[in-house]
């Protein structure tokens, strides 16, 4: 069978803002969708595998580019706030479900983009039916030093679109892989600097997050790696263990780094996202005004 292949979209955003998004069509009759959100730094083109593994599976996955990032070059590295973050994801969730409403959608946050997934679901939980945390940024191990946030504070009332570096900039942080540290190293669309708008949103996400953990009712599922030098995964683990969801489900990876798709054997945790996926994404029954609404067995 020919390898699937991704469609190249642009969604524009309520404000204007031209979204590019990777999407990667089931190959068979569609029993879901998967948004997958990515981190701060990566984009779409990380994730090539991933979404080749989903559509083999028969879910539709879409990658949307944060704005600013990746292949969106305008605004490089600025958000002008926390909730036009969000906004963006709400609105491409409502795109997707607009044209399929009983096609149940399913929600991932990679690192930085676990932020973003969990206020997301927070916010609108009857746009999510299932939620899935992959070495989610939540409770983070790096970080700007003392000083890089004084300078931020300031241009937070001076000049919000002045650049600060990302804590990110070695390779070894997401992979041991030798060929795909050269590729982050090399990737002319990763991100690598951030306005200290999109600094002050993180910070005020940050804020959010610790506040939404008893709104999370989705099933919700935790991946994490054993080696990752991001993630602080026991706090991490401690943030999941509060969250309301009843279905709750966590996978541990003890030689998993960062960035699971860069690991010697990256088809695995697709392999068992999709496993965890599958029972819970239920068909949406239709309400009144025809739009889908989860099934009672879906929470």
Same mark, same amino acid.
């Given at each position: ?27 068979? +009759?569609?029993?879901?969708?998967? =948004? =997958?959100?990515?981190?701060?730094? &990566? ?11 989903? @559509? ?29 973050? =969000? ?6 969730? +409502? *795109?997707?479900?607009?044209? *399929? ?37 939540? +409770? ?24 600060? %570096? ?12 030798? !060929? ?38 989705? %099933? ?7 080696? *990752? ?11 999941? *263990?509060?969250?309301?969801? !009843?279905?709750? &489900?966590?996978? !541990? ?7 699971? +798709? ?23 029954? @239709? ?8 099934? %009672?067995?879906?929470?």
């Amino acid at each position: 069978m020919p390898e699937p292949s991704p469609q190249e979209q642009t969604f524009r955003a309520s404000d204007g803002y031209p979204l590019q998004t990777t999407v990667w069509p089931a190959e068979s +009759e569609a029993c879901g969708h998967l =948004v =997958v959100l990515h981190g701060v730094q &990566s984009h779409s083109g990380w994730y090539h595998r991933l979404g080749a593994n989903l @559509a083999r599976a028969g879910l539709t996955a879409s990658f949307p580019n944060r704005r600013g990032s990746g292949p969106n070059q305008q605004d490089r590295g600025h958000a002008p706030t926390a909730r036009r973050l =969000v906004d963006d994801v709400v609105e491409w969730i +409502e *795109d997707v479900r607009s044209r *399929d409403p009983g096609l149940p959608v399913g929600l991932a946050g990679i690192s930085w983009g676990g932020k973003i997934a969990v206020l997301t679901t927070a916010r609108r939980p009857d746009l999510v039916d299932a939620l899935a945390l992959i070495c989610p940024g939540l +409770e983070p191990q790096v970080g700007v030093t003392f000083r890089e946030k004084l300078k931020i504070a300031k241009a937070v009332f001076t000049d919000r679109r002045k650049t600060f %570096p990302i804590p990110l900039a070695d390779p070894a942080l997401f992979t041991d892989s030798p !060929e795909k540290q050269e590729f982050i190293r090399n990737d002319p669309l990763s991100l690598r600097d951030a306005t200290a708008g999109l600094l002050l949103a993180s910070f005020l996400i940050d804020r959010s997050i610790k506040r939404s953990a008893k709104k999370l009712h989705r %099933p919700a599922l935790l991946m994490l790696g054993g080696r *990752d030098r991001i993630i602080d995964n026991a706090r991490t683990r401690a943030y999941f *263990d509060r969250i309301a969801a !009843e279905d709750r &489900s966590v996978i !541990e990876y003890p030689e998993g780094c960062h960035t699971f +798709e860069f690991d010697p054997d990256p088809d695995r945790y697709a392999r068992d996202l999709v496993g965890w996926l599958q029972p819970r994404l239920k068909p949406r029954e @239709a309400d009144a005004s025809g739009r889908g609404r989860p099934a %009672p067995s879906a929470i």
